[in-house]
């Protein structure tokens, strides 16, 4: 291991600088320069410069193309919920509660799609228009949103973020699909009561 950088001696009264051997340290003597004595001190050592990209952290993002995917899958709302997620990350919190937004308007249209379809007398019926309605409303943010952060991302220069884990959206879907799957049946069972 290489030594620390020592700040040389210097003298107290006249200010010339003096490089002293580690056995004269603490001893007095004469300065070269003034003829004053001085005590040699012993040399402190200069603090390591800590480069600072090292204590920056980098955002961990998803790629905001798949999270489209999640949307489709397996609800609306996931993929700007994931959008906002991500803007959270890269520390743009007005494009976050924007993305957040987002994801309530689409969790609405699930809401109204799935609902029509439960609703309709002959069951099965009113699927197709539900689907269409489903990507038209997906388009709608891609489009009007979700492009931006995918714009976002590209225009980064690599290094300044990298790539989340995916685990923690597959499980999260997972589950979500599985509540609203239960939502729905029970709904279901309701209404057929009536
Ligand atoms: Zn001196």
């Known amino acids: 291991m290489a030594p620390a950088p020592r700040r040389p001696a210097g003298c107290p009264s006249c200010g010339q600088s003096l490089s002293a051997t580690p056995e004269l340290y603490g001893t007095t003597i004469e300065c070269p320069a003034c003829q004053k004595t001085l005590t040699v001190p012993h040399p402190q050592p200069v603090p390591p410069q800590l480069p600072l990209a090292a204590s920056t952290p980098v955002p961990a993002i998803w790629n905001p193309s798949v999270c489209g995917v999640f949307s489709l899958l397996f609800g609306l709302a996931i993929g700007p919920w994931l ?33 029509y379809v439960l609703t309709q007398p002959k069951a099965g019926t009113g699927l197709g228009i539900s689907f269409v309605i489903g990507l038209a409303a997906l388009l709608v943010w891609i489009v009007a949103a979700g492009r931006k952060q995918e714009r976002e991302i590209k225009g980064r220069v690599p290094g ?19 509540v609203w799957f239960l939502a729905c049946s029970v709904t279901s069972t309701s209404l057929q009561r009536l």
Do not use: Q
Request: hydrophobic share 40%; glycine share 14%.
């Open 160 to 178: 300044t973020f990298r790539k989340r884990s995916w685990m923690g959206p597959i499980f999260g879907s997972l589950g979500y699909a599985c």
């Open 83 to 115: 959008h906002s997620l991500n803007w959270k990350a890269l520390g743009r919190t007005d494009e976050a509660s924007k993305a957040r937004f987002w994801a309530l308007g689409l969790l609405g249209v699930d809401i109204l799609r799935t609902g």
